[in-house]
């Protein structure tokens, strides 16, 4: 029973266990998930750490290579001087072979050299060995010393480095002296020491050296790194800016000492500010723009709104003259569906210069073929005549006809705006003057007037679709600004250019115009 009752409980308990767990997992965020990146190493620091750890990796190769060479440089000279002692072993064969130890044998020198390594060896007799100290003494060898070094020689031939305990390294050469035979060597102390010091030299200027070379590379990086700093915090103070609506006029510029074009790093600056003059003027044109819309849209909303009223009130006054009378209506509803008609062709003609507009910068509305530019401004003059009776119109063509590629009906209806835009605009008495010349491949037609002139203030804004001129000029009619924009998209369609200069009393607009213009619809 025991064993019944506890199997439930200890399977409820594994249950819920697992449920809480679950629970916590689910709650309980990745602990690795909550362990911030490292941060990336800044160009400054991987820079710096490039340019030292090679820097330090070519120092110690040199160091290495320069002490093995001074090493072998130095055993040479070493093994030469060995040589040397070898030889000098012949004055000492007399007292070896009398049976002298070799601290006697050295004691007899008359000035040791210290470093000085002799053993000998007779028969009979015991080996011996001693040595001369840096201080020009003679010190004799003991025995466990002698057998040291004899069991590391033990075999071998030539010359070897043996170690003497307490007095350093030495290195021998045997040389047999007949029934005697002895050991001459020299130490090692000198080279050892030679390249101790080189080494610890060439480690203190190693350091030194690359101390020296992180703050100066630390310094010019820096230094050289200042234009990207002051590009990233132009960059990051426009980038807050509100640059979506309204006014808008961005101000900073990374400075001129950081945006110098002649460096590489300062390119970048340059680039930067001349980016934030180009976003600058586009914000400019845009605010331009929009408001250059609001106000088109006003006239546009003012020349519609006219005519509706007009076509809604003589509608109104046909339906009430029908109700009151049949000879009434007849005379009433006559003359308002004339002024119905007056005012539904003014809102076509509005409606139908909007829609040329929208189909040339489709690149539409173009159909190319000869233009006989002379007889279109003949044809202009012709028209517009009846239409100015009070103006002067002056025609000044060649007897050769200018022809072009083009389409004649757009290419009439910009000579028609400009010279209906110098009737409308000019006061009575005005002489209007039209040329047609060639230059080169180009032909050009001209329209000049002597009126008033042009206002300075809107002279740069004359061909813009929602700009009207009639601020400048006596209006003799309505308008809606598009006459002027009209010309300009359909000049710019065949690939050239107007342009207009004026002064008061002289004022000309310029079409300068291809002789094969660029198709559109292949652009």
């Known amino acids: ?23 916590e997992a ?40 320069t002490s093995a060479i ?20 012949e004055f000492m064969r007399g007292p070896i072979g009398a049976g002298y130890t070799a601290e006697q044998v ?86 050892t020491e030679t390249l101790t010091r080189m080494l610890i030299t060439i480690a203190l200027l190693t350091v030194g050296g690359l101390l020296l070379l992180s703050v100066a590379t630390a310094w010019t990086i820096r230094r050289g790194l200042a234009p990207l700093r002051a590009v990233a915090d132009t960059a990051g103070r426009v980038s807050v800016l509100q640059l979506d609506q309204g006014e808008v006029s961005i101000a900073e510029r990374v400075p001129v000492r950081q945006a110098d074009p002649r460096t590489e790093v300062g390119r970048v600056g340059a680039a930067l500010n001349t980016l934030l003059d180009h976003v600058d003027e586009s914000l400019t044109a845009r605010q331009r723009n929009e408001e250059r819309m609001r106000s088109f849209v ?18 109104e006054l046909s339906l009430t003259a029908l109700s009151r009378g049949q000879g009434m209506a007849l005379e ?18 509005l409606v139908e210069d909007l829609l040329l507009l929208a189909r040339l910068d489709e690149g539409q509305e173009l159909v190319y ?70 230059d080169g491949k180009d032909a050009i037609l001209r329209v000049h007037d002597d009126g008033p002139g042009i206002d300075p203030s809107i002279k740069d804004e004359l061909f813009e679709r929602f700009s009207r001129a009639d601020r400048s000029r006596a209006r003799q009619t309505g308008g809606t600004g598009l006459g002027l924009s009209i010309a300009r998209a359909i000049v710019d369609a065949h690939g050239g250019s107007i342009r207009v200069e004026s002064s008061p009393g002289d004022t000309t607009f310029e079409v300068r115009l291809p002789a094969r213009p660029a198709d559109p619809a292949s652009s």
């Open 1 to 23: 029973m025991t064993h019944d009752t506890t199997t439930p409980t200890t399977r409820g308990t594994d249950a819920s266990t697992g449920a809480i767990a679950q629970v």
């Open 26 to 65: 689910s709650v309980i965020p990745d602990r690795e998930e909550e362990l911030p990146r490292r941060a990336p190493w800044t160009l400054q620091r991987r820079l710096i750490v490039t340019v030292v750890g090679i820097t330090s990796f070519i120092m110690v190769l040199v160091a290495v290579a």
């Open 70 to 89: 001074l090493g072998g440089v130095l055993e040479s000279q070493l093994e030469a001087e060995v040589k040397s002692a070898q030889q000098s072993v």
């Open 106 to 191: 050295l004691e007899q020198q008359p000035a040791p050299r210290p470093g000085f390594f002799l053993a000998v060896e007779s028969t009979p007799g015991e080996p011996t060995a001693a040595v001369v100290d840096a201080q020009g003494e003679v010190v004799a060898l003991t025995d466990d010393q002698i057998r040291s070094i004899a069991e590391s020689i033990k075999g071998q031939n030539g010359q070897f480095v043996v170690t003497v305990d307490g007095l350093g390294t030495y290195r021998i050469e045997g040389v047999p002296l007949g029934s005697a035979f002895a050991i001459v060597g020299l130490s090692r102390a000198g080279v």
């Open 298 to 315: 006003a006239d546009a909303s003012h020349e519609l709104r006219t005519p509706l009223a007009s076509i809604r009130g003589y509608s």
């Open 332 to 349: 009433t509803t006559e003359a308002s569906l004339e002024r119905i008609q007056a005012q539904s062709l003014r809102m076509t003609s």
């Open 369 to 438: 073929g000869t233009v006989d530019l002379t007889r279109l401004a003949i044809d202009a003059v012709g028209d517009v005549t009846p239409t100015g009776p009070d103006h002067e119109w002056v025609l000044e063509v060649g007897d050769e006809p200018v022809l072009i590629a083009g389409d004649t009906g757009r290419l009439h209806q910009v000579a028609a705006n400009l010279l209906a835009n110098a009737r409308t605009h000019t006061p009575a008495g005005t002489t209007v003057t039209v040329s047609v010349t060639r």
